[in-house]
């Protein structure tokens, strides 16, 4: 018999990119099958418009997930869906309802404790996508071709039962320039979320999963389903932690029910 689904107030992912080889659809369908939540937020970049409009790639698991997305808004889940620069077209709809499914540019959330967290997906404070939107496209397309070079190397490592590694993480940890530039984009979404008067920020975008303080200003980022498989989380009592998937079978974590279960996701530091 499968363990009970862990139980959060809240969840938000982003960056999934349905419609390319490289997202991690069937690890985010585990992860929606293995979590339950009151509001689930999706920060962004859900689906990736631009490759689909170069070359249609839709797999049964990228429409499993739409279907499992639905299912959680059929059986009382909010679900709230924030496009970004990749999904931008979704932006034409918002304040509309699709099946349940809220369109919003952005949204103000409080947590259990209190705090007012501005969400939105991030692109407007990217320098690259505001200033030069056609260089996004070529940082886009050489995004890609690094995950290319990555796929045989994670064959291996799971013929050889050992986790993936991704060669652009690697690249973005040793890029001094990758660093600042994540460091400013932070900055950035932190100023406007100051300006808001709020006490933090969700945002996804830039695929660094993250909680780290500006200031006064609280700032999360959720990370993506490319490369870490990561979500943030909200627990009953307001606490925020970074969740990383798949499951780990010697962790514990208690849901919302205050039962333990066993697996639980890895909480990234």
């Known amino acids: 018999m499968p363990p009970e689904p862990l139980r959060y107030r809240t969840l938000w992912i982003s960056d999934v990119h349905l419609g390319t080889k490289d997202s991690k659809a069937e690890v985010l ?9 009151e509001t689930l937020y999706l920060v962004g970049d859900i689906v990736d418009g631009w490759h689909i409009r170069r070359r249609w790639f ?36 918002t304040g509309l309802d699709f099946g349940g499914v809220e369109v919003r540019l952005d949204a103000l959330h409080t947590t259990a404790d209190g705090r007012h967290l501005l969400v939105l997906h991030g692109d407007a404070f990217d320098g690259v996508v505001r200033l030069a939107p056609w260089l996004s496209h070529v940082g886009s397309w050489a995004y890609v071709a690094v995950l290319k070079l990555n796929r045989p190397v994670n064959r291996i490592r799971r013929a050889l039962h050992l986790p993936d590694w991704s060669l652009s993480a690697y690249l973005k940890r040793k890029a001094k320039r990758a660093v600042q530039y994540i460091g400013d984009f932070g900055t950035a979404v932190a100023d406007e ?38 979500a943030l989380a909200e627990r009953f009592d307001g606490q925020m932690e970074l ?27």
């Open 29 to 37: 369908l585990d992860f929606l099958r293995g979590t339950e939540s």
């Open 58 to 93: 839709w797999p049964q698991p990228h429409n499993d997930v739409v279907q499992k997305l639905l299912r959680k808004v059929r059986k009382g889940t909010r679900v709230v869906y924030i496009p970004g620069n990749h999904d931008a077209f979704a932006r034409a709809y």
């Open 193 to 230: 979320a100051a300006r808001h008067g709020v006490d933090g920020v969700v945002c996804g975008h830039i695929h660094a999963a993250e909680i780290r303080t500006f200031g006064n200003v609280a700032y999360y980022n959720c990370g993506d389903w490319v490369e870490s498989c990561t």
């Open 243 to 269: 969740l990383r998937w798949p499951l780990v079978p010697h962790e514990t974590a208690v849901s919302g029910d205050g039962q333990a279960h066993v697996p639980a996701p890895v909480l990234v530091s």
